[in-house]
Antibody, heavy 118, light 112 residues
Framework: QVQLVESGGRVVQPGGSLRLSCAVSGFSVSSFGMHWVRQAPGKGLEWVACLRFDERIQHYVDSVQGRFTVSRDNYNNILYLQMDSLRVEDTAIYYC???????????WGQGTLVTVSS | DIVMTQTPLSSPVTLGQPASISCRSSQSLARSDGNTYLSWLHQRPGQPPRLLIYKTSDRFSGVPDRFSGSGAGTDFTLTISRVEAEDVGVYYCMQGAQFPFTFGQGTKVEIK
């Protein structure tokens, strides 16, 4: 059974850092592209970052490029999102998402809320 | 970036009646592998989105057959043949043909 469980969201001040984790079961994170998607309160969905299965290629939305880094721990089957230089506009629920090779998302976690506020 | 535009943004529907949502992309979503990477997701309040349709018209595992997807190039449609009460929520189209992946604004479906 596929499960993705995010953790690490909390209230953080602007300019601060946070690391989100996504514990995966039911498949190997090293075998599929893995993504982070966020949703600001009451708003739509925004794709944030992707780590390709071969780990050599990462993609980021322009607004987080240079501030966020996606990585994974193959042994423990965990996906991470390191978030630095956080801004108020980064406030959102962050979802960990499994992406088969074909440009779509088949399994989503429940999400973790990140609030950037002074 | 590819811009995804959904219409309508709100859709009051009658139980048992059909409903459809349109999605238009600013560029073709067809890729050289022969697939067109347009998917549809459904989000109920307080829940994460769930996949309904991928690669334009393939229904994901467990999705009722009253949901269908169609289209090509830049114009796509999600159709619900007979709306049921559990179908309320927000529907999003998403393109996975080119990074950054992008979503439509969402269409809120509610029962009349």
């Amino acid at each position: 059974q596929v499960q993705l469980v995010e953790s690490g969201g909390r209230v953080v001040q602007p300019g601060g850092s946070l690391r989100l984790s996504c514990a995966v079961s039911g498949f190997s994170v090293s075998s599929f592209g893995m993504h982070w998607v966020r949703q600001a309160p009451g708003k739509g969905l925004e794709w944030v970052a992707c780590l390709r299965f071969d780990e050599r290629i990462q993609h980021y939305v322009d607004s987080v490029q240079g501030r966020f880094t996606v990585s994974r721990d193959n042994y423990n089957n965990i996906l991470y999102l390191q978030m630095d230089s956080l801004r108020v506009e980064d406030t959102a629920i962050y979802y960990c998402v499994k992406g088969p090779s074909g440009g779509y998302f088949d399994y989503w976690g429940q999400g973790t809320l990140v609030t950037v506020s002074s | 970036d590819i811009v995804m535009t959904q219409t309508p943004l709100s859709s009051p529907v009658t139980l048992g009646q059909p409903a459809s949502i349109s999605c238009r992309s600013s560029q073709s979503l067809a890729r050289s592998d022969g697939n067109t990477y347009l998917s549809w997701l459904h989000q109920r309040p307080g829940q994460p989105p769930r996949l309904l349709i991928y690669k334009t018209s393939d229904r994901f595992s467990g999705v009722p057959d009253r949901f269908s997807g169609s289209g090509a190039g830049t114009d796509f449609t999600l159709t619900i043949s007979r709306v049921e009460a559990e179908d309320v929520g927000v529907y999003y189209c998403m393109q996975g043909a080119q990074f950054p992946f992008t979503f439509g604004q969402g269409t809120k479906v509610e029962i009349k």
